[in-house]
């Protein structure tokens, strides 16, 4: 069965960089868009990365972007997201996620899920 298991969360300053990593497994990890969402207690999930099976195209949500970036190693069937210039509200647990059916922004869209990693900014 397809697992996702995100890694490298933690607590940081603000203004700190973490990076993030997401293992895939039990599918042919390059025919998928990948795609990085955070939710915070009481807030919906919302979408902040996407990348094509290609890693050619990259999508951010505004609130990142120039901040994070998100890449992809093929041959290694990760995914990972570099996250510079932390702020305080970039504390969420992040998730990554894949077979998105449609719109690579929209959550409701993506039928795996990891089980999530904590990201906590200190101002």
């Known amino acids: 069965q397809v697992q996702l298991v995100e890694s490298g969360g933690g607590l940081v300053q603000a203004g700190g960089s973490l990076r993030l990593s997401c293992a895939a497994s039990?599918?042919?990890?390059?025919?998928?868009?990948m795609g990085w969402f955070r939710q915070s207690p009481g807030k919906e999930r919302e979408f902040v990365a996407a990348i094509r099976w290609s890693g050619g195209i990259t999508y951010y949500a505004d609130s990142v972007k120039g901040r994070f970036t998100i890449s992809r190693d093929n041959a290694k069937n990760m995914v990972y997201l570099q996250m510079n210039s932390l702020k305080p509200e970039d504390t969420a647990v992040y998730y990554c996620a894949t077979d998105p059916t449609g719109y690579v922004r929209d959550y409701h869209g993506y039928k795996y899920w990891g089980q999530g990693t904590q990201v906590t900014v200190s101002s």
């Open positions: 039990g599918l042919t990890f390059s025919d998928y868009a």
